[in-house]
């Protein structure tokens, strides 16, 4: 974390926040921004960063989470709806699977092909010339945008990992991974244009818990200090 002032860069009263949303739906804005509700920013002079509700210009369907038995009955359920795009004539290149983990995206790339969906992994760039379903990382997924966007698999253990909770030492730590994954989840959601699903299988993240029904939270960090603190601490 750095911040212009401590460079010797002074931008006060010289910056101002984009508040038009030209590119995702309100429906999508809103959805991923109730990730961050309870986060504090700081600006780039280092002080805390007061955030104006965007104007967004598109509407569109609500992004929705869908919740599996098993990994395997998760992903069947993305290559349907895949190819039900497919078949309405939507290209490969306008879709998008992220997933949190190298790992989870090598095996759904490999179950995905299995079931006969062309796939494509990026390098350093997207050449959209290639067709196929695009398959990466959320990091990898950072500046690029697409129609449809699956984020499967944001089970709990996988959304923050597990490791990652298990090293933490204090709340404070534990606070700044959730946070640190919060923004994480919110940019893979923000990625699509049009419509974004969320599923998981078994457990899911505290991260999306607050979107289920059954679940009755206000905020993702009730009770989730308490409950990490108690299996990690």
Not at 12 to 22: A, D, F, K, V
Not at 150 to 173: D, F, N, R, S, V
């Amino acid at each position: 974390k750095c911040s212009l002032r401590s460079c010797g860069i002074e931008i006060r009263g010289r910056s101002s926040n984009l508040t038009l949303n030209y590119r995702t739906t309100e429906e999508i804005y809103n959805f991923a921004m109730r990730l961050q509700d309870h986060i504090r920013y700081k600006d780039m002079n280092d002080e805390r960063m007061e955030r104006d509700k965007a104007v967004c210009i598109f509407h569109g369907p609500v992004p929705e989470v869908r919740e599996y038995s098993s990994l395997e009955e998760e992903i069947q359920a993305v290559v349907a709806d895949i190819r039900r795009l497919i078949q309405a004539d939507v290209s490969t290149q306008e879709i998008c699977v992220m997933l949190r983990q190298n790992k989870m995206v090598q095996q759904v790339s490999e179950q995905m092909m299995r079931e006969g969906i062309e796939i494509y992994r990026p390098g350093e760039k997207d050449d959209i010339r290639v067709k196929g379903v695009r398959m990466m990382t959320m990091h990898r997924g950072k500046g690029l945008e697409y129609t449809y966007v699956y984020l499967p698999c944001l089970c709990e253990g996988i959304l923050p990992e597990h490791w990652k909770l298990k090293q933490a030492e204090t709340e404070q730590q534990i606070q700044d991974i959730m946070e640190s994954e919060a923004n994480l989840l919110s940019v893979a959601i923000t990625r699509s244009r049009r419509q974004v699903w969320l599923s998981y299988h078994k457990a899911p993240s505290p991260l999306i818990e607050r979107y289920l029904k059954r679940s009755g939270q206000n905020d993702w960090r009730q009770g989730m200090a308490t409950r990490m603190k108690r299996r990690f601490l």
